[in-house]
Structure formats: C-alpha cells, structure tokens
T-cell receptor, first 111, second 115 residues
Framework: NAGVTQTPKFRVLKTGQSMTLLCAQD?????MYWYRQDPGMGLRLIHY???????AKGEVPDGYNVSRLKKQNFLLGLESAAPSQTSVYFC??????????FGPGTRLTVT | GENVEQHPSTLSVQEGDSAVIKCTYS??????FPWYKQELGKRPQLIID?????GEKKDQRIAVTLNKTAKHFSLHITETQPEDSAVYFC??????????????FGKGTKLSVIP
C-alpha cells in the first residue's frame, strides 16, 4: 500500500515549455486535489476532483489544467510554464471523512 | 471565499514547555478544521482534526479547541520535545455537498523546540 505517489520528484523547465505531473493513489479515494506551496504562503488549492471524470477549479487555477480519466490518477498539466509557477506541488486524496493524505511533492523550477 | 489567519508565524519554546498556535477563519459555514505538521522537505501530515459539532479534542500531548462563535481554533502541544520541531498548518473547510473538502490553509507556524 503505497498511499499517494507523485512523479516526477524534481523538474526544471524553461519558460514556455509544457509538462504533466502525475498523482496516483491506491486507497480507492473518491476525492483528489492539487496544491502548490510557496514560501510563506502555505498551501493553495489549484484544482480538485470529486470523482472519476470530474474536475473543478480551486483558489489558484490559472495556467493549469487537470484530468481524472481513472479513479486512481489525477494529472496536473502546465501548457506554457512561467517563472511564477516555480513551486512545490502536492497532490492529496481523501475519502468521505475529509482527511487528506498528501503525496511526497514535486519540486518544479521554471527558468 | 474562506480566509484563514494563523499566528504566530514563528514560535520557540524550551523542551518540556507548552506551545499554542491560533487560527481564525472567516466563513461561518466551515465545519472541518484539520492541523498538519510538515517537517523540512517532507509532505504535510495530519496530526489532529476537529469538526464543528465538538469544542475540544485531545490525542495524547496534542489538543485542539474550537470556538465557533468567535470563529477561531487553536492547537495546544504539551510537554514539547525536539521532534515536535516543524512547521504547523491549520486549515478550514466545509463539505461542498459532494463530499469533498476544499481546504483553505493558514500560512504556517515554524515551531522550534530548544533542548
């Protein structure tokens, strides 16, 4: 039981490049979330999903897209990376009780 | 939307002393209040949570209190140990109706326990 996993762990992009972050969970959770964490800012919700095939916007969705084609996976895409997207990205999943389990994070640098 | 304020931003205590971190929230409909601990370079991990139908919850050395009227909640750590040193985040949320909780986090408190 791996819990929540994220790939890749680290990535460096040039401005304008695109990439996809993958989140996978093996707890059969319905709900999945993407957050970004910046120094002094706490965690901010980017997008979330309440089930397979559904997505919704969070607090800071601009510049990101998501997809949830399979229940266990939640993908976060950056179509044209900008330096302002340099951050640590965390995925989380939860069941009905609301407790969110976080992945190990992806550290992204955009130059 | 929800706004969560967390204080203090840094806190230093002597080993064995107590530590208190306070948060306020703005949305009176919020009903779920978790606290996360994040060690350097690691993922946030839930340490305790409270729902709006109770005023206090304890788990060994950790307790959380909730005042719905004043819209604030606090984390209390007693008999602090060096391994309690970390960044602590409070969060507030309400059930969206679809069963998911969109958490709004405070900006964190860096707790240092001095041996």
């Amino acid at each position: 039981n791996a819990g929540v996993t994220q790939t890749p762990k680290f990535r460096v992009l040039k401005t304008g490049q695109s990439m996809t972050l993958l989140c996978a969970q093996d707890m059969n959770h319905e709900y999945m979330y993407w957050y970004r964490q910046d120094p002094g800012m706490g965690l901010r919700l980017i997008h979330y999903s309440v089930g397979e095939g559904t997505t919704a916007k969070g607090e800071v969705p601009d510049g990101y897209n998501v997809s949830r084609l399979k229940k266990q996976n939640f993908l976060l895409g950056l179509e044209s990376a900008a330096p302002s997207q340099t951050s640590v990205y965390f995925c989380a999943s939860s069941a009905l009780d609301g407790e969110q389990y976080f992945g190990p994070g992806t550290r992204l640098t955009v130059t | 939307g929800e706004n969560v304020e967390q204080h203090p931003s840094t806190l230093s205590v002597q080993e064995g002393d107590s530590a208190v971190i306070k948060c306020t929230y703005s949305d009176s409909a919020s009903n779920y209040f978790p606290w996360y601990k994040q060690e350097l370079g690691k993922r946030p991990q839930l340490i305790i949570d409270i729902r709006s139908n109770v005023g206090e919850k304890k788990d060994q050395r950790i307790a959380v209190t909730l005042n719905k009227t004043a819209k604030h909640f606090s984390l209390h750590i007693t008999e602090t140990q060096p391994e309690d040193s970390a960044v602590y985040f409070c969060a507030a949320s309400k059930d969206s109706g679809a069963g998911s909780y969109q958490l709004t986090f405070g900006k964190g408190t860096k707790l240092s326990v001095i041996p």
